[in-house]
């Protein structure tokens, strides 16, 4: 029997509990239009977009009956006063209620776990012996770091990190010798400089995670790490493709990356 969205979401609220949520987060059904029982055939975004919707439609004009969106990112985080047209979460809201779509998301819960955000990025870079920067639960928590065997250089921990991850830039705090060897590594998918003192107390040499500012990159001088900003795209699009495979060895009928993710940043090469 075809795994229904109502078992397909109980088995990702025992992996990733929506309780374990910061408190200014939105985990959980975004919509919920009545579609628990059916198959799930499920489209995996990072982000909730109009575009993400319309591939959804456009997968169902072709035969594939996508009736749930699973992202990473809430598509409501503030209170909604109005759905009106022309608004763009107004107009998820009335296509997802008029097609029988749902939206549900996974965020600051699936962050914590194992095969998250955190985690794949420490499986893609190769990190032996990984464990919480921030540990909220026994095994659990936000980050990871790990050990670099045998260490590279920094200019190949760039290398690697342009070659696993592609991002479009890669920026990185100024360096006296990009040959510098790197043997220990902090990592965290998303917005992740908040994160910097407790990074600088794991013994990393380097962090990876992702919209650091000016005055982060000092900061990041100051605690003796080099701070690698690989963009927010790059850093956590990984972990939705391995959710995708998740989704599929759990049993859902159908299950695939969206195509129409977008990473919301270009850079100029003249």
Same mark, same amino acid.
């Given at each position: 029997?075809?795994?229904?969205?109502?078992?397909?979401?109980?088995?990702?609220?025992?992996? /990733?509990?929506? /309780?374990?949520?910061? =408190?200014?987060?939105?985990?959980?059904?975004? $919509?919920?239009?009545?579609?628990?029982?059916?198959?799930?055939?499920?489209?995996?975004?990072?982000?909730?977009?109009?575009?993400?919707?319309?591939?959804?439609?456009?997968?169902?004009?072709?035969?594939?009956?996508?009736?749930?969106?699973?992202?990473?990112?809430?598509?409501? %985080?503030?209170?909604?006063?109005?759905?009106?047209?022309?608004?763009?979460?107004?107009?998820?809201?009335?296509?997802?209620?008029?097609? &029988?779509?749902?939206?549900?998301?996974?965020?600051?819960? %699936? !962050? *914590?776990?194992?095969?998250?955000?955190?985690? #794949?990025?420490?499986?893609?870079?190769?990190?032996?012996?990984?464990?919480? $920067? $921030?540990?909220?639960?026994?095994?659990? &928590?936000?980050?990871?770091?790990?050990?670099?065997?045998?260490? $590279?250089?920094?200019?190949?921990?760039?290398? #690697?990190?342009?070659?696993?991850?592609?991002?479009?830039?890669?920026?990185? =705090?100024?360096? /006296?010798?990009? =040959?510098?060897?790197?043997?220990?590594?902090?990592?965290?998918? &998303?917005?992740?400089?908040? %994160?910097?003192? /407790?990074?600088?107390?794991?013994?990393?040499?380097?962090?990876?995670?992702? !919209?650091?500012?000016?005055?982060? %990159?000092?900061?990041?001088?100051?605690?003796?790490?080099?701070?690698?900003?690989?963009?927010?795209?790059?850093?956590?699009?990984?972990?939705?493709?391995?959710?995708?495979?998740?989704?599929? *060895?759990?049993?859902?009928?159908?299950?695939? #990356?969206?195509? *129409? !993710?977008?990473?919301?940043?270009?850079?100029?090469?003249?």
């Amino acid at each position: 029997m075809a795994l229904a969205i109502a078992d397909l979401i109980a088995k990702l609220e025992a992996w /990733a509990n929506p /309780a374990w949520q910061e =408190s200014w987060d939105n985990c959980g059904w975004q $919509v919920q239009p009545g579609v628990l029982n059916a198959p799930a055939n499920v489209l995996v975004c990072l982000t909730p977009t109009l575009a993400v919707m319309a591939e959804a439609l456009k997968l169902r004009e072709q035969g594939t009956g996508i009736n749930l969106i699973l992202a990473h990112h809430p598509l409501i %985080f503030s209170p909604l006063k109005a759905i009106t047209q022309g608004d763009p979460v107004g107009d998820m809201v009335r296509q997802a209620i008029a097609h &029988g779509i749902g939206i549900y998301t996974a965020h600051t819960n %699936f !962050d *914590q776990v194992q095969n998250g955000t955190a985690d #794949l990025l420490a499986q893609v870079l190769h990190l032996q012996n990984s464990e919480p $920067v $921030v540990p909220t639960q026994a095994g659990l &928590g936000y980050g990871r770091v790990g050990d670099l065997t045998p260490a $590279v250089s920094l200019k190949e921990l760039l290398d #690697l990190i342009q070659a696993k991850l592609s991002p479009p830039c890669l920026i990185y =705090s100024p360096a /006296a010798d990009l =040959s510098q060897k790197i043997d220990r590594l902090a990592v965290l998918g &998303g917005s992740g400089a908040s %994160f910097m003192a /407790a990074v600088a107390k794991t013994g990393a040499q380097a962090y990876l995670t992702s !919209d650091c500012k000016f005055h982060q %990159f000092q900061e990041g001088r100051d605690r003796n790490l080099v701070l690698i900003d690989a963009g927010h795209y790059a850093t956590e699009r990984p972990a939705c493709d391995r959710l995708v495979e998740i989704v599929q *060895q759990w049993g859902a009928p159908w299950a695939q #990356l969206s195509g *129409q !993710d977008e990473d919301f940043r270009q850079f100029w090469r003249n």
